[in-house]
């Protein structure tokens, strides 16, 4: 394989304790398909792939023929395998259907690092009763993955009736005014409930990611 392509990180496990992840956006489908000829020599390794377009997603399963896809994360497993659960629950909470290609990114990095994991969809603060209807699930939780555009708000309200910390994810989804995100992030940014951390927008790897470590057995 041409180094210039990539180097993979195939210690990453061994060094982390959490696997590879191959960020697909921006990678024309011939460079994914180099790296997984590469990495099917490793089949020890589980790998993650970020942001694959069924295109890219078509060139990685044409060498990895058995990876698992999740059209609407746009989130590749390979190998196929999920570990046992262990840990504390994550809960990963979206305010609306929109955000839900970013939670589901969230919900399946947290499952496959590890983690117990559930889905509340569809409990933004425009009907604040949805929120509070989930509010005995919330308050299970090790660790909050809140997901919101347009006002953002949510995080902020669910980190007022919790324990655990929360981290909150802003999407890009809103009318003109919430600037791709910009708007939600800042909102995020300036909650005033403590306990809540801030992912970077329509970042629900890197929020799945860190709730897994939240959430990891305790040694």
Known sequence: ???????????????????????????TPGQLREIAIRLADHPEVTTLFTRADQERADAIRSVLHDAHYDEL??????????PEPSGELVVVACAGTSDLPVAREALLTAR????RVELVTDIG????HRTLSKIDLLRRAGVIVVVAGMDGALP??????????????????????????????????????????????????GAGHLAAQIAAPRK
């Open 1 to 27: 394989m041409n180094e210039e392509i990539a180097e993979l990180d195939l210690d990453r496990t061994h060094r982390r304790g959490y696997p590879e992840a191959v960020y697909c956006e921006g990678k």
């Open 73 to 82: 994360a746009q989130l590749l497993v390979w190998p196929p395998r999920m």
């Open 112 to 115: 496959h690092l590890g983690r």
């Open 125 to 128: 603060i425009a009907g604040i």
């Open 156 to 205: 902020g309200v669910v980190a007022g009736l919790v324990s655990a910390p929360v981290l909150a994810v802003p999407t890009s989804v809103g009318y003109g005014a919430s600037f791709g995100g910009v708007a939600a992030l800042l909102t995020m940014l300036n909650s005033c409930a403590p306990g809540v951390g801030v992912m970077n927008i329509d970042n629900g790897y």
